[in-house]
């Protein structure tokens, strides 16, 4: 059915986009997702490893499912190593193009629409302009979800500003021999963030890593390290630093549109997918007043801050202290974290969501503060209680 005016059109049909579609729909409310792209699911631009509480939050079958992991091994370049394993799943490795396709499907059961191969390029106060393979149109809507990535066009369109820092995101799918139990972290690989090995099967992984400047140069040494086969090469961008307004102009930004990504793994669909309901929620409280100023729409920014707004703003602290840490001080990390006591604190509390408990427990563990010096359970603790300096990248 194709309504004169839509009550919310999502611009975007990834995990973010179709999760805000489908419980949009499942409020009755008349809902249009636009799509760019004429499959979704590709091009794949993820590393394709949920937490257990991220693919649960997907509400989807298992079908996606390659491989499913219990602990990590965190590498240092200069010999340090540490292993840990919970011994249960921790995290799922996913073919994305199927988890996506899922979720939109589960989005039109709920009666959302779909408009694939067509693309937004304007906004006319509550019309959207589009142009695709029906041509050029105006669709008219009461509220707008934005979850158009992390260089959002819909927030330019709108004269929103933007998070001011990004990370380039590079990865191959490569035949080689791992434990299929353990991802592996490494954290010289790149000088803003890690590099990673996520295991699809014990005879094939997922190589990659994240870094502001020179992402090839730093992917095409790390990659190397597995020979040079590669089944597939994907690459993304990740947006740093939630958006100094998630809302506005009759419009509501979710997922890495917003700039949700976690800034301690980069993975976004866990925030993504929640900021979609929550979106959801206030664009039926808004539909059932025919209210969506800005001060109606302002309820959204209070429920995902009260939701993960405060392990964002802890992640981003954190990356900031990693910047700062040489070659020398991470080996001494891993080495330090390389204790029983510490281990079973990981393992008990590690949460790849929500990592402030976590990281409170580590800042008091003598071990670490031993050595990595005082100063390091004081930068910890001054990201906790937001006493950190903030400074530019």
Excluded at 205 to 219: I, P, S, Y
Excluded at 304 to 322: N, Q, S, T, V, Y
Excluded at 323 to 337: N, S, V
Excluded at 342 to 370: F, N, S, Y
Aim: hydrophobic share 40%; glycine share 10%; aromatic share 8%.
């Amino acid at each position: 059915m194709w309504h004169l005016v839509w009550d919310v059109v999502v611009v975007g049909a990834g995990p973010s986009g179709s999760a805000a579609a489908r419980a949009c729909a499942e409020k009755g409310l008349a809902t249009l997702c636009i799509e760019e792209h004429g499959t979704i699911g590709y091009p794949v631009q993820c590393a394709g490893l949920l937490s257990t509480s991220a693919f649960a939050e997907c509400d989807v079958s298992r079908q996606s499912v390659q491989n499913e992991v219990s602990g990590a091994r965190m590498v240092s370049d200069l010999g340090g190593e540490l292993l840990f394993d919970a011994r249960t799943t921790k995290a799922y490795v996913v073919d994305r193009c199927r988890l996506d396709l899922e979720m939109a499907r589960k989005a039109a059961d709920a009666g959302a629409e779909f408009l694939m191969k067509t693309s937004v390029f304007g906004v006319r106060g509550s019309c959207i302009l589009t142009r695709g393979v029906r041509g050029r149109e105006e669709i008219p809507f009461r509220l707008l979800i934005a979850a158009d990535g992390p260089r959002s066009s819909v927030a330019r369109m709108l004269g929103l500003r933007r998070p001011e820092v990004y990370l380039a995101g590079v990865q191959a799918e490569v035949p080689c021999a791992v434990d299929p139990r353990y991802v592996e972290l490494h954290p010289n690989a790149s000088p803003d963030f890690f590099g990673w090995v996520i295991p699809v099967s014990g005879a094939r992984a997922r190589v990659g890593l994240c870094a502001r400047e020179g992402a090839k140069d730093c992917f095409d040494r790390f990659i190397a390290r597995y020979g040079g086969n590669s089944l597939h090469l994907a690459s993304g961008v990740i947006p740093l630093g939630v958006m100094p307004q998630t809302y506005g102009r009759r419009a509501l930004f979710v997922g890495d549109a917003a700039g949700f990504a976690k800034p301690t793994s980069g993975g976004g669909i866990y925030t993504g997918v929640r900021s979609a309901k929550h979106a959801a929620d206030v664009a039926a409280a808004c539909c059932a007043r025919k209210t969506f100023d800005d001060e109606s729409l302002k309820d959204y920014e209070r429920r995902w801050m009260d939701d993960f707004g405060k392990e964002l703003d802890i992640g981003m602290k954190a990356l900031r202290m990693r910047r700062k840490m040489t070659p020398e001080d991470i080996d001494r990390f891993c080495r330090a974290l390389n204790n029983p006591d510490v281990i079973e604190t990981i393992v008990r509390h590690g949460d790849m969501d929500r990592p402030g408990a976590l990281i409170r427990r580590l800042a008091l563990k003598p071990a670490l503060i031993r050595a990595m010096g005082i100063l390091f359970a004081s930068g910890v603790r001054q990201i906790l209680t937001g006493q950190e300096n903030h400074h530019a990248w």
